[in-house]
């Protein structure tokens, strides 16, 4: 394994023998393998990556998906059935609750145990502990038996041990999605940093998450590696595969028909930035290019209805080329039905360069009670007036979708992923997904 390779998986794979009867644990002893009393399930099967140093990947799937047994492989919390795992460098994983955590110990007995065996000295974890049990801010719970914690009092003394203890890589699961809201964007800020120096393994459900972490997503289906890239087109077929699991195989494949094509061709706020007109008049002015709709796009559904337009308009409706951002700006989407549909939900989502989601609304809290029934053949048309946000330079998207149902349950028929695409030449953001209008800047000494 190269310098440069953390870890390397090859043909990894793991099989469970799932006995229907106690009995049937003794009779397979009892045999020595001359017959077989018990049933085969691969948790895992032939997986086959690496890991660069310095990479960040995140790991998604469904639940029972093989990612947690994927991790514990790694980690070496369970034995391949078949394979190998190579790791170079220190290895610090939070897997399951409490896991590595003697229940009985209190919460400081349990810092001293977990740290260890990371292989930290008892003098390494005395100058470190302040530090840890900061990090984990339980207060006097530290003294009390972690029988007694909570599961977010769990994760934080898991986590403020593993960032202490001078990993080369860390590996996350779900863990992290029972924490609060402050702690969780402590966790981030501090893998964030631990990112520009350490290699980093993430396993969520959270798509946005990954797409904005990860330089790389694996997907795991059904204990195989499906896809291995960049994280927002594995995000994508990741979303995909959800909606095939619970409302069939998409009828629309990677794009939509020629026709759709030719079909393509078919308020203020009560105050503005302070600062608008100098930075409007400087070389910061939010210049946004707006591209076509494309109906070749990639995207999934039922076709029972399909996007056919999607525009960004003036406020007197005329189609816009460029817009500068913090301009009123109308989003519209018009859908064709080619099937009677009874409830239509049309909506959108505007992503960053990343594909992490900036903004997104539908049209189902403004027609819940009123919804227009659009017989098969008729066109739907939906208008989301707003105030364009001020963007950062790069390309951003806007992926369009049209459903049937209601928000909580409802038949996807169309989703096409980044139907609009626009592109920020210049921009006074510095930092952040979005720049808000402020309507005053102060700045004076006392």
Avoid at 235 to 260: F, H, I, K, N, P
Avoid at 268 to 292: G, H, V
Wanted: contains cysteine; proline residues 3%.
């Amino acid at each position: 394994m190269s310098s440069d390779t953390v870890i390397r998986v090859e043909n990894l794979s793991k099989c469970y023998q799932i006995y229907d009867k106690p009995r049937d644990r003794l009779m397979q002893m009892l045999v020595r393998g001359k017959k077989q009393f018990y049933r085969e399930f691969w948790a895992l099967r032939e997986v086959t990556f690496e890991v660069k140093r310095g990479e960040t990947i995140g790991i998604i799937g469904r639940n029972g998906s093989g990612k947690s047994t994927l991790l514990q492989l790694i980690c070496g919390t369970l034995n391949p059935s078949s394979g190998k795992i190579e790791a170079n460098g220190r290895v610090a994983a939070l897997l399951e609750l409490g896991a590595g955590f003697n229940p009985e110990f209190t919460g400081r007995e349990n810092v001293y145990l977990s740290a260890s065996l990371y292989g930290l000295s008892r003098e390494q974890i005395d100058q470190r502990f302040e530090q840890i049990a900061g990090f984990a801010d339980i207060g006097e719970h530290l003294e009390q038996p972690v029988k007694t914690y909570s599961s977010g009092m769990f994760v934080r003394l898991a986590f403020a041990v593993i960032a202490h203890v001078d990993a080369d890589v860390l590996v996350v699961d779900e863990a992290l999605s029972v924490g609060d809201a402050y702690f969780v964007q402590k966790c981030m800020r501090f893998l964030r940093d631990f990112m520009k120096r350490g290699t980093l393994l993430f396993c969520s459900h959270d798509t946005h998450a990954v797409v904005n972490l990860c330089s790389t997503a694996v997907l795991i289906h059904q204990g195989r590696m499906e896809k291995i890239g960049k994280p927002k087109e594995v995000v994508e077929r990741y979303l995909a595969a959800l909606y095939e699991s619970s409302q069939g195989e998409s009828q629309l494949g990677d794009g939509a028909d020629e026709s759709l094509a030719e079909a393509a061709e078919g308020s203020q706020l009560e105050y503005r930035d302070a600062r608008e007109s100098l930075i409007n008049a400087s070389t910061l002015r939010n210049d946004i290019e707006i591209f076509k709709f494309d109906p070749s796009q990639a995207g999934f559904g039922t076709g029972a209805a399909r996007i056919v337009s999607v525009r960004l308009l003036d406020r007197a409706g005329a189609p816009l080329s460029w817009v500068v951002g913090g301009e009123d700006v109308i989003l519209e989407i018009r859908c064709k039905a080619y099937q009677d549909l009874a409830r239509p939900i049309l909506g959108f989502q505007f992503k960053d360069r990343l594909g992490q989601v900036i903004f997104s609304d539908n049209t189902y809290l403004s027609y819940q009670f009123k919804t227009p029934y659009v017989q098969a053949g008729e066109e739907a048309l939906a208008r989301f007036e707003f105030r364009l946000p001020v963007l950062p330079s790069g390309d951003h998207s806007i992926s369009a979708a049209v459903a049937d149902g209601t928000q909580e349950q409802h038949v996807q028929l169309h989703w096409i992923h980044d139907a609009l695409v626009v592109r920020v030449h210049a921009s006074s953001v510095c930092f952040g997904l979005v720049g808000v209008p402020m309507r005053k800047v102060t700045l004076q000494t006392q």
